[in-house]
């Protein structure tokens, strides 16, 4: 989706990823039970959210640099922490509509309406998105391989930087959202039904506090705020989760709070940061490729590597290990980009 929107145009690649959304939004709405088509129904229902989730990729990454594109410089950052504000709004809107359904004991049914009012919303995006749509000169296969390879060689310091940064990002919420219903349990009197509804509470303050650190960004500067969030997290994560191990209800409260401060602060103005490393011919494609890789092979495996850090040795503080590296190269990446951007400026 991104090489369809640095070539074929933006809007095109929107638009198409809205009507893929929708498509396989209506898949799972309306298809058959169980009990009608038998084991054929649990396979279209993944293989609707397969379709789901691969358009709704291209519109997660693809939408923020199309708001960025259309937004003055000095902005950018403040509208890069209400985009993400707003996709966290979403998920807890989801989430709020899951609990009400199971509630009121309408789950069997009303599921299928989550579906259909999600389609819904696409298919309203779909005719705003369609007044965007750009002519471009349309080109064969071989051409299109031949700019993806010139794209992606071209701006390789760029994508490498973007893998880092992405990776940390995606880490700090996984450690802080993900791995502490599972670690917290092992640790402290916490459950896991308690843990999960702090996790509550903390997607409303992540949601909350992102478009204050989106301007924050725009004041103090986006790479001094990511720098403070990354090397915050280098230096403090093992004495905060050491004061985790038996700690009080109101201390965990606390703890697991700074950590998504410190996720919030380097993700708010990540799109924008990202976005000034790329040319515009080539954004798209660079930046989408960069964050699936960055978020799914480095910031994906996370939580996973902190708990069975802590099963091997034993240590809490083992549980941070690589989310502190991970923070290390992405604070070495913001300080060589922001050098070589006052570079070019002086010269």
């Not at 039970?33 to 989730?53: H, K, M, S, V």
Request: charged share 15%; proline share 3%.
């Amino acid at each position: 989706f991104g090489y369809i929107g640095d070539v074929y145009g933006r809007g095109k690649a929107l638009f198409f990823t809205l009507v893929g959304v929708s498509l396989a939004s209506a898949l799972m709405a309306f298809m058959p039970t169980y009990y009608q088509i038998g084991i054929g129904a649990p396979i279209i229902f993944c293989l609707g959210r397969c379709l789901q989730n691969f358009f709704a990729a291209g519109e997660t990454m693809g939408g923020a640099i199309f708001l960025l594109e259309n937004t003055p410089e000095k902005k950018q950052d403040r509208e890069s922490g209400l985009y993400n504000a707003f996709a966290i709004g979403g998920h807890l809107l989801a989430s709020l509509a899951v609990f009400l359904l199971s509630k009121y004991e309408c789950i069997g049914l009303g599921w299928r309406f989550l579906y259909l009012f999600g389609g819904l919303a696409s298919l309203f995006g779909c005719f705003i998105r369609k007044a965007s749509i750009e002519k471009k000169k349309e080109i064969s296969f071989f051409q299109a391989i031949f700019q993806i390879k010139t794209m992606v060689f071209a701006n390789k310091k760029a994508l490498f930087y973007i893998i880092i940064a992405s990776g940390f990002g995606f880490a700090s919420y996984s450690m802080s959202l993900v791995l502490m219903n599972g670690l917290l349990p092992l640790i402290s009197n916490i459950t896991k039904i308690e843990a999960m509804k702090i996790n509550t509470y903390l997607l409303v303050f992540d949601c909350l506090s992102l478009p204050f650190f989106g301007w924050l960004a725009s004041k103090i500067s986006r790479e001094r705020l990511m720098l403070f969030a990354s090397l915050g997290v280098a230096i403090l994560s093992i004495p905060l989760f050491l004061c985790l191990e038996r700690a009080s209800f109101l201390t965990i409260i606390g703890i697991r709070t700074i950590f998504v401060a410190f996720g919030v602060a380097f993700f708010a103005p990540f799109q924008a940061f990202a976005r000034s490393l790329i040319p515009q011919n080539a954004c798209y494609t660079v930046l989408s490729l960069g964050y699936a890789l960055g978020s799914q092979l480095l910031g994906s495996p996370t939580a996973a590597l902190a708990l069975w850090c802590f099963q091997k040795t034993g240590r809490i503080e083992s549980v941070s290990w690589y989310w502190i590296l991970l923070a290390l190269g992405t604070s070495l990446v913001i300080f060589v980009s922001s050098y070589s951007k006052e570079k070019a400026r002086v010269f």
